[in-house]
């Protein structure tokens, strides 16, 4: 989703979308919706076997960001306007249901935005479930995952690293440098795993969603939301 014009942002404002500003993770949701949806039978084989396979790396103790490359790899030929498509629908069809957002992450995000801040989704998804979810908050960048194309087919690969782990921070201190008034110690940033931690530490206003200890042992002068209503 491309910025749009508009006044300087006092800050920018970093969150990272599965799990904290969406309830579940959209990853595996579309993954199982476009497939079975389009496919059939074969097409859910198909996403069971990618979550299996993605479960199985997890469990081996690889890091995040190579599972989220085999996540790419189970889209190797579909078409990118497909895709698109059932990503519109897939928002559509999720988005008016209980529970799809975190009601505090969102209620947070819509303050910043009020108060003139920069919102900035980070995740390791994909554009066709990102962009809709970052047009509904108003969000002005989106910093994600982003399959490599051609001729309108996804290959399988990804286009740079994934926006998982250190592809975060990098994400996030690349979107700065763009921004040369601001300074990260001013900004904010919204996350719930572990692999949230470098975007995080980079950011003077960490917000833990949901109180991870993991991410608190790291951080401890954090500010936790643990849902119910905006910070």
Same mark, same amino acid.
């Given at each position: 989703?491309?910025?749009?014009?508009?006044?300087?942002?006092?800050?920018?404002?970093?969150?990272?979308?599965?799990?904290?500003?969406?309830?579940?993770?959209?990853?595996?949701?579309?993954?199982?919706?476009?497939?079975?949806?389009?496919?059939?039978?074969?097409?859910?084989?198909?996403?069971?076997?990618?979550?299996?396979?993605?479960?199985?790396?997890?469990?081996?103790?690889?890091?995040?960001?190579?599972?989220?490359?085999?996540?790419?790899?189970?889209?190797?030929?579909?078409?990118? +306007?497909?895709?698109?498509?059932?990503?519109?629908?897939?928002?559509?069809?999720?988005?008016?249901?209980?529970?799809?957002?975190?009601?505090?992450?969102?209620?947070?995000?819509?303050?910043?935005?009020?108060?003139?801040?920069?919102?900035?989704?980070?995740?390791?998804?994909?554009?066709?479930?990102?962009?809709?979810?970052?047009?509904?908050?108003?969000?002005?960048?989106?910093?994600?995952?982003?399959?490599?194309?051609?001729?309108?087919?996804?290959?399988?690969?990804?286009?740079?690293?994934?926006?998982?782990?250190?592809?975060?921070?990098?994400?996030?201190?690349?979107?700065?440098?763009?921004?040369?008034?601001?300074?990260?110690? +001013?900004?904010?940033?919204?996350? +719930?795993?572990?692999?949230?931690?470098?975007?995080?530490?980079?950011?003077?206003?960490?917000?833990?969603?949901?109180?991870?200890?993991?991410?608190?042992?790291?951080?401890?002068?954090?500010?936790?939301?643990?849902?119910?209503?905006?910070?």
């Amino acid at each position: 989703m491309p910025d749009t014009p508009g006044p300087a942002p006092r800050r920018l404002v970093f969150s990272d979308v599965d799990e904290t500003l969406l309830s579940g993770k959209s990853l595996f949701d579309f993954l199982d919706f476009y497939f079975a949806g389009r496919h059939g039978a074969e097409g859910a084989r198909h996403a069971a076997g990618t979550r299996h396979r993605i479960a199985a790396l997890v469990a081996a103790g690889s890091p995040r960001e190579v599972g989220n490359r085999a996540y790419y790899e189970a889209w190797r030929g579909e078409r990118l +306007d497909a895709v698109t498509d059932w990503g519109a629908r897939w928002f559509r069809g999720r988005s008016g249901t209980p529970g799809f957002y975190v009601p505090a992450v969102r209620a947070a995000l819509r303050e910043h935005r009020n108060a003139g801040d920069h919102v900035v989704l980070v995740s390791g998804s994909l554009p066709a479930v990102v962009d809709p979810v970052a047009a509904d908050v108003g969000a002005r960048h989106v910093l994600c995952t982003r399959p490599e194309v051609r001729d309108g087919v996804l290959t399988g690969a990804v286009v740079g690293e994934p926006r998982i782990g250190e592809g975060k921070r990098r994400a996030v201190h690349d979107l700065a440098a763009g921004y040369p008034d601001i300074s990260l110690s +001013d900004c904010y940033g919204y996350g +719930d795993h572990a692999s949230d931690l470098p975007m995080l530490t980079e950011v003077g206003h960490p917000v833990v969603v949901g109180g991870s200890p993991d991410l608190l042992a790291q951080i401890p002068h954090a500010r936790v939301l643990l849902g119910g209503g905006p910070l």
